[in-house]
């Protein structure tokens, strides 16, 4: 999701939860990728991008073990 300041900026907030598996997530904004680590099963994965002025692209992912 795209989270906006105050201020007029922007970042990529991505978080993920699974029940069973150990997971983690990652932000990517302006080529920026910011990765969680892997997080036990039923806590949740936050991973946040810097904030920007302007941005061109933006997306999250996300991967179990």
């Given at each position: 999701m795209v989270q906006w300041?105050?201020?007029g900026q922007s970042r990529q907030k991505s978080e993920y939860d699974h029940n069973k598996k150990q997971h983690r997530?990652?932000?990517m904004?302006?080529?920026n990728n910011i990765r969680s680590?892997?997080?036990n099963p039923k806590i949740t994965?936050?991973?946040k991008t810097p904030w920007y002025?302007?941005?061109?692209s933006n997306n999250s992912y996300w991967a179990t073990r």
């Open positions: 300041s105050i201020w997530t990652t932000s904004m302006n080529s680590g892997w997080k994965a936050t991973a002025w302007r941005y061109s």
